[in-house]
């Protein structure tokens, strides 16, 4: 069964730094993975997603992630961060249409002025 | 800029109580979800729709019902609410099903079950 680990359940950085949220997957066939946002009292935003080719994609708000097939990850990166970028983010991995998309328990992030 | 909009915010039932979240979205999408948010856990599909007067099983279906009326409402129902059932639930929509599809989510609803 297809699974999704973000492993870290809070980051704190300060603004300025380099941010990178880790992804990882368990799936046997090809991956197509999402991060997904949530800001404080609102819901969940689309922010980026790796269907096919470049492993390196890039969303909104300057945000891009990196699939690596070798390591089963889907990391998410942005520098410079800003204290905006204090979120919820969410993992997910889609093995096969509505009923299949499986989302990670969620990274807290909270970027320090 | 798709638009899912759910009633109400928040809810607070005792058990045994009878419960309906509702759920509208404007984007002619014709695919609906809903999902409950828990501490721990990522989001969990209920359960999700094609259209009008269909209905899917998702992954964590058991004291819940859903109804999709038309193209645009979805509605989720607890008939006889239990603790465990308190949670955040969102709905969301897609255009289709595919595995590329970006899913819109609605605010949410905190739901507190005594």
């Known amino acids: 069964a297809q699974s999704v680990d973000q492993p870290d359940a809070h980051v704190t950085l300060y603004e300025g730094a380099s941010l990178e949220l880790r992804c990882s997957y368990s799936?046997?066939?090809?991956?197509?993975l999402f991060w997904y946002v949530q800001y404080p009292g609102q819901s969940l935003q689309f922010l980026l997603k790796?269907?096919?080719?470049?492993?390196v994609v890039k969303g909104t708000k300057g945000f891009e992630a990196e699939f690596r097939k070798s390591n089963s990850s889907f990391n998410l990166k942005k520098s410079p961060a800003h204290w905006s970028d204090s979120a919820k983010y969410f993992c997910?991995?889609?093995?096969?249409?509505?009923?299949?998309?499986?989302f990670g328990k969620g990274t807290q992030l909270i970027i320090q002025p | 800029e798709a638009a899912v909009t759910q009633s109400p915010r928040n809810k607070v039932t005792v058990t045994g109580g009878n419960v309906t979240l509702s759920c509208r979205q404007t984007?002619?999408?014709?695919?609906m979800y809903w999902y409950r948010q828990d501490t721990g856990h990522g989001l969990r599909l209920i359960h999700y729709?094609?259209?009008?007067?269909?209905?899917q099983i998702g992954d964590v279906p058991d004291g819940y019902k859903a109804t999709r009326t038309t193209q645009e409402d979805f509605f989720l129902l607890l008939e006889l609410a239990s603790p465990s059932q308190t949670s955040l639930y969102f709905c969301?929509?897609?255009?289709?099903?595919?595995?590329?599809?970006?899913?819109?989510f609605g605010s949410g609803t905190r739901l507190t079950v005594l």
């Open positions: 969301a929509s897609s255009d289709s099903w595919g595995v590329a599809e970006t899913l819109y």
């Open positions: 799936y046997s066939a090809a991956p197509y």
């Open positions: 790796y269907i096919t080719g470049d492993a």
């Open positions: 997910a991995l889609n093995t096969g249409g509505a009923d299949r998309l499986t």
């Open positions: 984007n002619s999408h014709n695919y």
């Open positions: 729709s094609y259209g009008a007067g269909n209905l």
